[in-house]
């Protein structure tokens, strides 16, 4: 029941910051567009979204919570203060330098990241400017992501699922005010937006930093001095920090490959950007909730303990990711053009959009499942394995982008993503299982063939409805009227997969209720 809790805790609020997102990205869109100014938008962000992902989203925690928990038992919690005193210091330490040399080799970057703007001065200069504008909060994002783990570590989760929601705000702030004033598609709206990442990592800060200093164990001084712990954490950080920030290189490499057509950059960001909805919610609870009770489990040395929060991690993501995976599918019309088509966002660029959302949603539950076996690995303070193996998965993505691009353009990349969070959370699942390490209860193998009836159930009937809203939707015209079905379709598909779980004995909806009750 207190995972439930916690995990209905953290995906309310990673669920509320997804969906401040696309309030934010769907402003983007009307007033950008999908074109040149977009393009080096979102080619200069990919460096700052990547250490959201890599660090200020919780993917820290596979090596800070392990040795937080192993510290705070054998030494106490003066050590335990200590140890978060450090590893606070030296990532802001390198995270300013890093930053200060980004801004120094900003067009170097902006080479590497969009090689397709080199015969164009115009995106390529844009994207320069944009990347210094947005890129100090790379600094940011390093204390962000120390204070974040320090909270789950501490079992503070709503607190650090929170600041997720203030970034977002934030961002969602902006983006209205520029909507309000009538902000057209300039080089200083798109400015704006990109320094805008800045203030809303500060916010960010704001939140998760005051709360871990209502904490036993919060920082009171900053350590120039580090203790040997801080470089066998770095050591276990590194690779499960780089197999958490896969999926935003794999996004990366598609726009490598994507950036010489005009367009296809800003297409795949909006498409991967609906995919992360799911996957975000997922990612962050299972490192904020799921990932620590299952390390907890393996500490205890209770085979049955381990096996539990396995299966219900297992549950949880399958639960998740595959009706969302399902939903996007059938409804990415409907889902890209409520949600994206105005202003200088046409029904081209819906259409667009529409096809890498369905290409990509393939790849979902892959990932989700990904996430689940990184978890049950970095329990056993193996950071490697995923590592590893996400590399693979990369490696497939990079490939199949090659191949895929010159036939089937952006839609072909989105694809690639997909397939490679199969390959990797095959790879690692395998073994895992080897090992020892992957334990599922024999009830959990029966469960998971009434969730995937469940989600049929729900795709079926909103695939139907969805066909018989489309003409009255066409004729309408209407933006209201389309975000109106698309929300009325969603409500009546969650309401649907949840009576059918009830249903098939999966999870009693009282249960749910509950939990999302205490949680809030």
């Known amino acids: 029941m207190s995972l439930a809790r916690d995990v209905t805790t953290v995906g309310a609020a990673t669920l509320t910051s997804r969906l401040l997102g696309f309030l934010r990205d769907a402003g983007v869109a009307a007033v950008l567009g999908a074109g040149p100014l977009s393009d080096a938008y979102f080619a200069a962000l990919q460096i700052p979204n990547l250490f959201r992902r890599l660090l200020a989203e919780g993917a820290l925690n596979s090596a800070f919570?392990?040795?937080?928990?192993?510290?705070?038992?054998?030494?106490?919690?003066?050590?335990?203060?200590?140890?978060?005193?450090?590893?606070?210091?030296?990532?802001?330490?390198?995270?300013?330098?890093?930053?200060?040399?980004?801004?120094?080799?900003?067009?170097?970057?902006?080479?590497?990241?969009?090689?397709?703007?080199?015969?164009?001065?115009?995106?390529?200069?844009?994207?320069?400017?944009?990347?210094?504008?947005?890129?100090?909060?790379?600094?940011?994002?390093?204390?962000?992501?120390?204070?974040?783990?320090?909270?789950?570590?501490?079992?503070?989760?709503?607190a650090a699922a929170f600041g997720l929601v203030v970034f977002n705000g934030v961002?969602?702030?902006?983006?209205?005010?520029?909507?309000?004033?009538?902000?057209?598609?300039?080089?200083?709206?798109?400015?704006?937006?990109?320094?805008?990442?800045?203030?809303?990592g500060l916010a960010q800060l704001v939140c998760v930093g005051g709360a871990w200093l209502r904490l036993e164990t919060r920082p009171r001084r900053l350590w120039l001095a580090l203790s040997p712990a801080v470089p066998r954490f770095v050591v276990q950080a590194i690779p499960g920090v780089f197999a958490g920030g896969i999926p935003q290189l794999k996004l990366m490499a598609g726009v490598m490959v994507a950036s010489s057509s005009q367009a296809a950059v800003s297409w795949l960001y909006y498409a991967n950007r609906l995919y992360e909805l799911p996957l975000g919610v997922i990612s962050i609870a299972i490192a904020s909730v799921l990932g620590p009770a299952i390390a907890a489990s393996?500490?205890?040395?209770?085979?049955?303990?381990?096996?539990?929060?396995?299966?219900?991690?297992?549950?949880?993501?399958?639960?998740?990711?595959?009706?969302?995976?399902?939903?996007?599918?059938?409804?990415?019309?409907?889902?890209?053009?409520?949600?994206?088509?105005?202003?200088?966002?046409?029904?081209?660029?819906?259409?667009?959009?529409?096809?890498?959302?369905?290409?990509?949603?393939?790849?979902?539950?892959?990932?989700?499942?990904?996430?689940?076996?990184?978890?049950?690995?970095?329990?056993?303070?193996?950071?490697?394995?995923?590592?590893?193996?996400?590399?693979?998965?990369?490696?497939?993505?990079?490939?199949?982008?090659?191949?895929?691009?010159?036939?089937?353009?952006?839609?072909?990349?989105?694809?690639?993503?997909?397939?490679?969070?199969?390959?990797?959370?095959?790879?690692?699942?395998?073994?895992?299982w080897r090992r020892g390490w992957l334990r599922i209860e024999a009830e959990a193998w029966r469960r998971v063939p009434r969730i995937m009836l469940a989600t049929f159930v729900m795709g079926a009937s909103i695939a139907g409805a969805n066909a018989l809203l489309t003409s009255w939707l066409d004729m309408s015209g209407s933006w209201l009227a389309r975000v109106g079905a698309l929300g009325l379709l969603v409500a009546a598909g969650l309401a649907l997969y949840l009576g059918c779980l009830q249903a098939l004995g999966v999870a009693s909806a009282r249960i749910l209720l509950r939990a999302i009750r205490e949680g809030f």
């Open 65 to 158: 919570v392990p040795m937080w928990l192993r510290i705070k038992d054998e030494n106490g919690l003066a050590a335990t203060r200590r140890f978060g005193e450090e590893v606070l210091s030296a990532m802001a330490a390198s995270l300013v330098g890093l930053a200060v040399m980004c801004v120094i080799f900003a067009p170097a970057i902006v080479h590497l990241l969009a090689p397709g703007f080199r015969g164009e001065g115009q995106r390529f200069a844009l994207a320069v400017e944009f990347v210094r504008l947005s890129i100090p909060y790379v600094a940011v994002s390093g204390t962000v992501a120390v204070a974040v783990a320090a909270l789950n570590a501490g079992g503070r989760v709503a």
């Open 298 to 432: 393996v500490r205890s040395d209770d085979s049955a303990h381990a096996a539990s929060a396995q299966s219900r991690a297992l549950e949880i993501a399958l639960g998740l990711s595959l009706p969302a995976a399902v939903a996007f599918a059938v409804l990415s019309e409907a889902i890209a053009g409520g949600l994206f088509q105005r202003g200088a966002f046409g029904p081209r660029d819906t259409a667009m959009v529409a096809a890498a959302l369905t290409a990509i949603s393939a790849g979902l539950p892959g990932h989700s499942l990904e996430k689940v076996m990184g978890a049950v690995s970095f329990a056993h303070e193996d950071t490697h394995t995923p590592m590893y193996t996400a590399l693979c998965g990369l490696a497939a993505a990079v490939t199949g982008a090659v191949i895929l691009f010159p036939r089937y353009g952006h839609v072909g990349i989105a694809g690639a993503i997909a397939l490679s969070g199969w390959v990797g959370a095959t790879l690692l699942a395998v073994i895992l």
């Open 171 to 200: 961002m969602v702030a902006v983006v209205l005010a520029l909507i309000m004033s009538d902000a057209q598609a300039t080089v200083g709206t798109a400015a704006i937006l990109s320094a805008a990442m800045v203030a809303a």
